[in-house]
């Protein structure tokens, strides 16, 4: 019954797309030690389990499985490493000849598996070291916060099921039984920790490890425990699942059905047409290319932040940062790594960057410490689509000059001040844990700290903050939200144009129970840095005018649009008073109900002299019904009263929106 039960388990707790939740992975290595357990039982036992050819080659093959994992994905490591451990301790003490070929066998796959992806042998120690940082960073730099009933109720079915096991199945091994247990227990902390640290859709991996930690345990019980255990697994990863997939019965059997018909489709393909699976992939590279294009470039090449698969879509010769994630550079270490590759002589020499922050971070977070030398041993040539495309100054190595400002001690919670110095302003903020956040942030994770800037008109803004991004320094002033600040940091009117995003003072705040979890006072360090001015790079910053602007004369029909925010600041029924660059932010659709979007999106001011100046405004995703759009235009030339209208061009036909807002200069 237990061999007919599992393949509808997997079909249960894999992904909409056919890939496995990471419960799979986490849970296996406690599935061999629990082999192990039945192999090493006494022969009276009633968990013996009689060893021939197939059983030692099935252990082989689970052994070769887990070894892998690491390799798979880091944090695998931690559960594999714990788990194997363990399954060798239970070998030795059985018969050490076999726990001596049971490690030999581990090694050599781990190292078979690492050589045949082309990485050297003696890199594989200093790969397993690396995963430190990334490891103990986590809890703090990618949390989120969600449901805690999820929380409460894995708890509670995690702890029955450990009763239950313990009592049918550890309590009757003796000494060798708290092994057991503590195998079971750590699995299901590890599953936790994955599951809702970072919590949102990571919870279907709790869920799925209750329903695999349940089919373990009901092996090891009589029947009517066994309903017990299934009655209290399947309510739990009901409960979780539902929560995020609105899980029904008619859901769950989809499920099954797909999962059947992907791999009778997968087997198919395999033994029929196996160039199809080469013509899939060319395609889904074609369509990678279509999304987000790039110039061909001579050389080798890095992109920032993320979107690593447009690289390879291209056939570009990728040159790595060691943390090649820029929001995973979470941490002093991690930071200062991809600050030697730029400094050194494998930097890459051009660069696709995007300010592209997670979890509503300050952007000036991620790769923090790479921005100066971007900033300075890089020169902005172009701009293509969302990316600004950099090229490597090869007469520069260094980062721009740093002079200090201040050094100052500052409470969580409270305001401090910013200088005005005429230049950007870099801060190293020292925020750290107390001894019960750090024992909290192992366990689970600790509570989220926010920095909010206020502006001189008293508006305010707020971002998610990880405090140990800020220990090797950020650009703190001025606020750099997106892609288009980055390059106007290089600008000769760079002062004008951050006017509205200089901010007067500071604050990093948290939640209620912050302060029992992090040092209330911190020490922060401020320096300005000198960054070099780059001719024409206004050109890449500035979105251009058009010539033949679109009057509702032109217009054939009523559009619909909402204005989000202009200048960053919400949008009311009073005129704004705009200085510096004008920047509009807001969607727009020829109709969102019927699906029809916006081609190009154009931003008009009409001042009262009758005079049309008009702006292209950038867009993303036009295939959509309702299509997000921004414009940066240079106003230096405007003074006097002007309404600002939104434009939608589909098929060569203008519509206008209705909403109007009035403009001083």
Known sequence: MHVVILPFLVAEISRADGRLYDSVFIVLPFVLLLLVFRVCARADSEFYLRTNRFIFAAIAIVTCSVAVLPLVKGSFTISAFFCGGLTFVVLWRRRRSVAVVFACLAIAAVSGAWVATGQPIGALPRFFVAQGPIVSGYSDAMSLNGARWELVIYGAVSIGLLGIFYTQFARRLGSMGLIAVASFGFTLFVCFKAGFVRQGGHALVAAGALLLAGYCVSAMTQSLLSL?????????????????????????????????????????????????????????????????????????????????????????????????????????????????????????????????????????????????????????????????????????????????????????????????????????????????????????????????FRYEDGQTETFRYVAAMGHSGFIVSPVIHNT??????????????????????????????????????????????????????????????????????????????????????????????????????????????????????????????????????????????????????????????????????RQNQFFSCPITVQIRR
Not at 404 to 418: K, N, Y
Not at 533 to 543: C, K, M, R, T
Request: aromatic share 10%; net charge positive; hydrophobic share 45%.
């Open 484 to 649: 288009t600040d980055f390059a106007a940091l290089l600008m000769k009117g760079r002062e004008r144009f951050f006017s509205n995003a200089l901010p007067a003072s500071v604050e990093i705040t948290g939640g209620k129970w912050t302060r029992l979890f992090w040092k209330r006072t911190f020490d922060v360090h401020l320096t300005r840095i000198e960054l070099p001015l780059q001719p024409g790079a206004e050109s890449f910053v500035y979105d251009e005018w058009v010539s033949d602007a679109p009057v509702n004369g032109r217009t054939v029909g009523a559009a619909q649009c909402w204005i989000d925010a202009i200048n960053r600041r919400p949008v009311t029924m009073q005129p704004i008073d705009a200085k510096g660059p004008l920047l509009v932010q807001g969607w727009a659709a020829v109709s969102a109900e019927k699906g029809i979007g916006a081609e190009e999106v154009i931003v008009a001011l009409l001042g009262d002299d009758g005079n049309v100046r008009a702006g292209r405004a950038r867009v993303e995703h036009p295939e959509m019904s309702r299509v997000g759009f921004e414009a940066v235009l240079d106003t230096d030339n405007l003074n006097g009263i002007y309404k600002l209208q939104i434009y939608v061009r």
């Open 228 to 452: 017990i255990v299934w009655a209290l697994t399947v309510f739990g990863w009901a409960y979780i699942d539902q929560a995020h997939s609105r899980l029904d019965i008619a859901m769950a059997s989809q499920r099954v059905h797909d999962a059947v018909a992907r791999t009778c489709h997968g087997i198919k393909v395999r033994a029929s047409t196996p160039q199809q699976l080469r013509s899939f992939f060319d395609q889904q590279n074609a369509a990678i290319r279509a999304q987000l294009p790039l110039p061909f470039v001579e050389g080798s090449v890095d992109m920032y932040e993320y979107e690593l698969s447009t690289i390879f879509a291209h056939g570009l010769r990728w040159a790595p940062r060691p943390v090649f994630q820029s929001y995973s550079a979470y941490g002093s270490r991690l930071d200062e790594l991809n600050v030697a590759h730029l400094k050194g002589r494998n930097a890459p020499q051009h660069v696709f960057l995007e300010v592209q922050p997670i979890d509503a971070r300050l952007p000036a977070l991620e790769d923090a410490g790479s921005w100066p030398l971007l900033l300075n041993r890089y020169r902005v040539v172009g701009r293509t689509g969302r990316f600004l495309v950099l090229d490597r100054n090869p007469s520069v190595a260094n980062a721009p000059k740093m002079e200090d400002v201040s050094t100052t001690r500052q409470r969580l919670g409270r305001w401090f001040d910013l200088p005005k110095v005429g230049e950007p302003v870099w801060a190293e903020v020292g925020v750290r844990p107390t001894l019960l956040g750090r024992i909290f942030g192992a366990l689970f994770r600790p509570p989220q700290l926010n920095i909010l």
